[in-house]
Nanobody
Framework: VQLQASGGGLVQAGGSLRLSCVPSARTVSTYVVAWFRQAPGKEREFVSAIRWRDASKDYADSVRGRFFISRDNAQNTVYLQMNNLNPEDTAVYYC?????????????????WGQGTLVTVSS
């Protein structure tokens, strides 16, 4: 299974973007799909995750209430709607997937990774 992430771009502070993550196979119905991000000079960090089978969601405190994760079964796609963006959200965003335990936020628990999509928020 491969993951294709897209939707990044340049946006002004306060703006919105929607990222998409498309797995190459529908076997991800048993997976957890997550978004991580890596800002320049910083370590990669957890952003949000969704358990495909029941759409349970998890968010990092830094994005809770601004970012919203969802999945579309028909499109076989996971979305990350990002609202009220600020310059601190500037990073490369990666989607990841694995049939891992729910609520893990560790990168090591995700074996499938997309190529990353750059989000730049200007002040």
């Amino acid at each position: 299974v491969q993951l294709q992430a897209s939707g990044g771009g340049l946006v002004q502070a306060g703006g919105s973007l929607r990222l998409s993550c498309v797995p190459s196979a529908r076997t991800v119905s048993t997976y957890v799909v997550a978004w991580f991000r890596q800002a320049p000079g910083k370590e990669r960090e957890f952003v949000s995750a969704i358990r495909w089978r029941d759409a349970s969601k998890d968010y990092a405190d830094s994005v809770r209430g601004r970012f919203f994760i969802s999945r579309d079964n028909a499109q076989n796609t996971v979305y990350l709607q990002m609202n009220n963006l600020n310059p601190e959200d500037t990073a490369v965003y990666y989607c990841a997937a694995d049939p891992t335990e729910w609520r893990t936020r560790f990168q090591r628990d995700f074996r499938l990774w997309g190529q990353g999509t750059l989000v730049t928020v200007s002040s």
